[in-house]
């Protein structure tokens, strides 16, 4: 199967456009208002209107609460709730009763232990989302475009299907791919001319390495 492929952060019809072109299977929306990648639900949905149809669109959410939740969703629809925060397994199992939608639990890995929460959240979530964790002190969740070391994948068996994050680019999401075996990948800073803002060929170049 080809590689699976999340283009995270999108902010403007032309990163959406070159997404769905060159064959994402996912874009992430981020409601998190820290982030410079952050949309309000009616800015969301004007832009899902301007690609109907593919690819799959994941809410990014920190922490949230379920009206946060669902005023997003009034505005537009989703497919996938990813979260990002600190949320506990009951915590997830509780959003996706409520939505009735699939559920992806990101996680923050820098050493073999931090893998014991995909035990507890396995029977909860739908798919991980494997990240770097956050230095001490970062405003911000996620790997802050960092990468972990991926060989703690490597041979090791997750419940649920999973994408690798953190500091990936299409100059070494390849080496990603190969050394975690990882079936899937999520970018956003790695694909970016500027803080916040995607840049269509480094998005196209990202998704042609990750497939090569």
Known sequence: MPTEVKICGIRDAAALAAAAEAGADHVGFVFFPPSPRCLTPAEAAA?????????????????????????????????????????????????????????MKALGIGAPEDFAAVEAFAPVVDRFLFDAKPPPGAALPGGNAQPF?????????????????GGLTAGNVAEAIRTAGAPGVDVSSGVERARGGKDPALIRAFIAAARG
Request: proline content about 9%; aromatic content about 6%.
């Open 149 to 165: 070391e991926w060989r703690l994948l490597a041979g090791r068996a997750i419940p649920k299907p999973w994408l690798l994050a």
């Open 47 to 103: 832009l899902s209107a301007t690609r109907p149809g593919g690819p799959k669109r994941v809410g990014l959410f920190v922490d949230a609460t379920d009206d946060a939740i669902a005023a997003v969703l009034a505005a537009v629809p989703l497919d996938i709730l990813q979260l990002q925060g600190a949320e506990t397994p009951e915590r997830a199992a509780a959003i996706r009763a409520r939505f009735g939608l699939p559920v």
